[in-house]
Structures are given as C-alpha cells and as structure tokens.
C-alpha cells in the first residue's frame, strides 16, 4: 500500500519568504513521487517529480523538492515567493505495478502569500 | 488536441437522474484515469484504461459508476441513479508508454466536470 501525508493544510507566507509545504509518504516499493498544483478553477498541474535519480528535484517556477529516504519526506521548497504562488499544493506517490499507475494524493496543503 | 479536455464542464442533475461525463486525452496517449475529488479533498483514484480495456477499476465505488473507452481515445465515465454523495469534480488525466513498456506515471489532468447532484 501506499500513503502521502501532508504535514499542513495551511501555509502562510509573506511575499519574497521562502516557502516550505511538507509531506511525507509511504511506499511497499521504491516510489514515484511528484508536486501537482492546483489553481482556482483551474486543472492540475505538475510542478516536479521525482523517479530514483537525483534526490534534490527541480521543478518548474523555482520549486525544488529533496527526496531523504531516511525520513520517508519530500518536502517541497522555494526561495522567495510570489503572489502567484497561491494555490493548494497536492503531494502524489505512484507505483508502477505492471498494467497500472495510479496516483495517490495528499490531502493538499492551501498555500496564501501575504503582501 | 493540445491538452486533456472534459465536458461539459458543470454538470447539476437531480438525484436518481443518470449522468455521462466525457474525456479526450492528449493525442496519441494510450492511458487514460479517471479520478475524483470532494470538497476539501485530494483526487481520489476510480478508474484506469490502457487502450479499449479497463486495466484497474478498483476505485469505482459501486456498480451505478461505470466506465468505457470503445475507440482507444476518448472516455465516457457512467453514473446511473445519481445520489447526493456523487457530487464533486471528476477529474480525467491521460499519460504515455514508457520504454519499459510500463506507462509513464507522469500524467496530464483536464480542468475537470463538477457534477452536482440535486
């Protein structure tokens, strides 16, 4: 079985702060792990993902993620945020198992960036 | 097409009504999923085809939902005797093969249907 547990159902951060949304996972198997984000009324939309190569995981608009085995996490991070940044943020682990691939979400965390 | 697409958009049927939600996955993608998400909540994994045939449908809640995807391409998720419980936004991704021969598990979402049922 596998499992993404998202530490926060809120952040909030002021504009220019780096940004920490926290998750942890578990796996049977070495797992798939992705960053999905979802704007209002908007789709999802893959931020970064992680597939046993690099542990330290570039996304897309200045994201990164770190895969720590040891910890079982895969925190998402970013330097400095921007107004634009506000979103729900969906942590996703996926095991191949031979005929699928299905995702399993977090629960989300809500991401508000303050002026 | 350029992306996932999904019609219509907004659904609002009333309870007991039956109800089709279409997806068209990106073009030349050999998986499709469906998946759905309540309020408050994360995407929650129904169903997954590869090619014509359901590969996994082991998230379908019950048998009033049911899935088809004759041609290979687009998909029709099926809800018969609509219930309360049934609303939220149905979600349909789409993804590749893999050089493995395993899909690809990075998959592309539609902007989704809300369904509402009265």
């Known amino acids: 079985a596998q499992s993404v547990t998202q530490l926060d159902s809120h952040v909030s951060v002021s504009e220019g702060t780096p940004v920490l949304l926290r998750c942890n996972y578990s796996s049977s198997y070495s797992p798939s792990l992705f960053w999905y984000v979802q704007h209002p009324n908007k789709g999802l939309q893959l931020l970064l993902k992680y597939t046993s190569a690099a542990t330290l995981v570039k996304g897309i608009n200045g994201f990164e993620a770190e895969f720590k085995k040891s910890e079982t996490s895969f925190h998402l991070t970013k330097p400095s945020a921007h107004m634009s940044d506000a979103a729900e943020y969906f942590c996703?682990?996926?095991?191949?198992?031979?005929?699928?691939?299905?995702?399993?979400f977090g629960t989300g965390t809500r991401l508000q960036v303050t002026l | 097409g350029a992306g996932v697409s999904q019609t219509p958009s907004n659904k609002v049927t009333e309870k007991g009504k039956y109800v089709e939600l279409r997806c068209d996955p990106i073009?030349?993608?050999?998986?499709l999923y469906w998946y759905r998400q309540s309020l408050g909540q994360g995407p929650e994994f129904l169903i997954y085809?590869?090619?014509?045939?359901?590969?996994?449908d082991s998230g379908l809640p019950n048998d009033r939902f049911f899935a088809v995807r004759p041609e290979g391409s687009v998909s029709t998720l099926k809800i018969q005797r609509t219930e309360r419980g049934d609303s939220a936004v149905y979600l349909c991704?789409?993804?590749?093969?893999?050089?493995?021969?395993?899909?690809?598990?990075?998959?592309?979402f539609g902007p989704g249907t809300r369904l509402t049922v009265l």
């Open positions: 085809f590869q090619g014509t045939g359901a590969a996994d």
């Open positions: 996703v682990v996926s095991q191949n198992t031979g005929t699928a691939s299905k995702l399993t």
């Open positions: 073009s030349g993608h050999t998986a």
């Open positions: 991704a789409s993804s590749g093969w893999g050089t493995s021969g395993n899909p690809r598990n990075e998959q592309f």
